[in-house]
């Protein structure tokens, strides 16, 4: 069965960094798109950032030059380095194997790691 | 980049009965329409895409239509599982992005 499983969540003051990780099993993160989408706290989802399995990487444009997508094959894990949080950036973060068809749609989820920045 | 709104925010439906929910994209996404149930502390969950194909293990109740601009969800008997907010999501153009999402309740 097709498994994400997040962590690396936590309170985090403004201005400061945060790494995500997604560790998949069922599916190779290097032969994969796979993609973060955050959720504000009782908001809609929102497309963050995707990695192709050639190793190009997209960002939304609200985190491009602050968060960075990569993933390790070794450990068949995807991470998300955040830099110079925001409150804005407060959000449950999860991964999705992503479907690519010159954009993406996402067929399984992690159940989610969350993101508080606060002071 | 392509806005997606959904209506009615909230649906209220009986058990056994019909449910339909509306998605509207501000420029035509052609067929590349998916649809996703999330449930209270829970992740989404794929229910539709390509407009109208059941993901893996999706009961039949659940179906998809339309294309261009305008989409619907269906679930035909609504089953006490089936209360949840739904979103739809397009990825025709970059970047993908989802409704605001409708809520359906009891």
């Known amino acids: 069965e097709v498994q994400l499983v997040e962590s690396g969540g936590g309170l985090v003051q403004p201005g400061g960094s945060l790494r995500l990780s997604c560790a998949v099993s069922e599916f190779t993160v290097s032969n994969s798109y796979i993609s973060w989408v955050r959720q504000a706290p009782g908001k809609g989802l929102e497309w963050v950032s995707t990695i192709y399995s050639g190793g190009s990487t997209y960002y939304a444009d609200s985190v491009k030059g602050r968060f960075t997508i990569s993933r390790d094959n070794s450990k068949n894990t995807l991470y998300l380095q955040m830099h110079s949080l925001r409150v804005e950036d407060t959000a449950v973060y999860y991964c999705a194997r992503t479907i690519f068809t010159g954009s993406y749609y996402f067929d399984y989820w992690g159940q989610g790691t969350l993101v508080t920045v606060s002071s | 980049e392509i806005v997606m709104t959904q209506s009615p925010a909230t649906l209220s439906v009986s058990p056994g009965e019909r449910a339909t929910l509306s998605c509207r994209a501000s420029q035509s996404v052609s067929s590349n329409l998916a649809w996703y149930q999330q449930k209270p502390g829970q992740a989404p969950r794929l229910l539709i895409y390509?407009?109208?194909a059941r993901a893996t293990g999706i009961p039949a109740r659940f179906s998809g239509g339309g294309s261009g601009a305008d989409f619907t969800l269906t679930i035909s008997s609504l089953q006490s599982e089936d209360f949840a907010v739904y979103y739809c999501?397009?990825?025709?153009?970059?970047?993908?992005?989802f409704g605001q999402g409708t809520k359906l309740e009891i």
């Open positions: 999501q397009q990825y025709n153009n970059w970047p993908p992005t």
């Open positions: 390509g407009a109208s």
